[in-house]
């Protein structure tokens, strides 16, 4: 029998999702739980990864069982996790369906603020900049859904049989005050590092350290040598993920409060 987990974390302490030699990993958290629950070694498979520090708001994997367990696996995998990985939902799935293999759309967002505020140093990033080129940097979020081949916006290109990824959205919003940012992008599947290259590009174009000319030159030709440097991994959230048969809402309410549902986020297109 197999089942979908629904999960959000902070990945504020761990070295991403997936288990690492270097440090611990939710993964292995998660393993660990389910290993002392069932009291024998259980292994899952994640529905993607996160870099170090990365948090996910909504997270599935899968596990294989022989036979249904007969008590609250919910409430006992809650009450022996860390307080900053939570379990959702624990759905049963006809057949035998893969969390990574099986989603349709990914979502990621990063969150900027503009000023020191203690509060949000683990859970958005600080860029202290007065004045962002807003209509650039939206501009240049635009055109990423006119290419496929993102070798230029992968760290190690080398390490994928293919790079071209389907973008299907691309934003850049301000809170009303314009102190915060927040870039949505989803795509069928992201590259690794992706999510925070693109970023960290157009925070130069949003700093008038790029042009938007020269970012389009890496997506007209994508061998084109550049120098990398990846947004701070603490802003990003892995948001959303789609299945055909499985589009779940995100359950973190604190993740929507920082998606500005209640103050209102306005896009610049």
């Known amino acids: 029998m197999r089942y979908f987990f629904h999960i ?11 288990k690492h030699p270097d440090g611990m990993s939710v993964q292995q958290v998660l393993e660990d739980c389910l290993s002392q629950v069932f009291k ?9 990864r996160t870099d170090a520090q990365v948090h996910a708001s909504q997270f599935f994997f899968h596990l294989d069982v022989e036979a249904a367990w007969d008590f609250d696996l919910l409430f006992r995998m809650n009450n022996i996790l860390p307080d900053d990985i939570s379990v959702f939902d624990i759905l049963p799935m006809e ?9 349709i759309e990914r979502s990621y967002d990063y969150f900027i603020h503009t000023y020191k505020d203690p509060f949000l140093s683990n859970f958005s990033s600080m860029y202290l900049v007065a004045n ?8 240049a979020a635009g055109l990423l859904l006119n290419y496929t081949d993102y070798h230029a916006f992968c760290k190690m290109p080398g390490r994928n049989e293919h790079t071209i990824c389907n973008i299907s959205e ?5 809170d009303s ?18 999510v925070r290259i693109i970023t960290g590009k157009l ?16 997506l007209i030709n994508p061998q084109l040598p550049q120098l990398i440097k990846p947004a701070y991994p603490q802003g990003l959230y892995l948001s959303k993920i789609k299945y055909p048969y499985l589009d779940a809402p995100t359950r973190s309410d ?4 920082l998606s500005g549902c209640a103050n209102g986020w306005v896009s610049n297109s």
């Open 203 to 218: 925070i130069e174009i949003g700093t008038g350290k790029l042009s938007v000319d020269e970012f389009e030159a890496h």
């Open 170 to 174: 691309a934003k850049i919003y301000t």
């Open 177 to 194: 005050t314009g102190d915060k940012l927040r870039f949505r992008i989803s795509a069928n599947r992201f590259l690794g590092r992706m």
């Open 95 to 103: 057949g035998l369906p893969h969390a990574r293999f099986d989603a």
């Open 132 to 139: 962002w080129d807003i209509a650039s940097m939206q501009r």
């Open 40 to 48: 024998k070694p259980t292994y899952i498979t994640g529905c993607g």
């Open 8 to 18: 959000g974390y902070l990945g504020t302490h761990y070295h991403g999702w997936q």
């Open 254 to 257: 604190f993740t929507q409060m």
